[in-house]
């Protein structure tokens, strides 16, 4: 299993569900479904530098809908850590 850097998002539009499409990691793009396959199989890692601390990616599960998402272990710091990286 390889830990990744993830840089930048890709984000779906300025709506308000905001759905992320991607991630750059490296000079490379990965799609959502991608990275969420890779986490939940146990093949890689993911983290995101925030507030100068290293803080992990998780999958979580929509209560309502099942669809699987993306988020980061709990910080203490209130934005949301994968909207508020740079654009792809």
């Not at 000079?27 to 959502?32: K, L």
């Not at 993911?46 to 992990?56: E, H, L, Y």
Request: charged share 25%; proline share 5%; aromatic share 10%.
């Amino acid at each position: 299993m390889a830990d990744h850097r993830i840089t930048h998002s890709r984000k779906d539009g300025a709506d308000t569900d905001r759905r992320l499409d991607g991630f750059q990691i490296g000079n490379d793009y990965f799609p959502i479904d991608r990275i969420i396959s890779w986490i939940r199989k146990g093949e890689h890692r993911f983290w995101v530098s925030a507030n100068g601390q290293s803080v992990w990616v998780e999958v979580r599960q929509h209560s309502q809908s099942g669809r699987h998402f993306l988020t980061t272990e709990g910080d203490g710091f209130p934005p949301n850590n994968l909207l508020n990286l740079p654009d792809c």
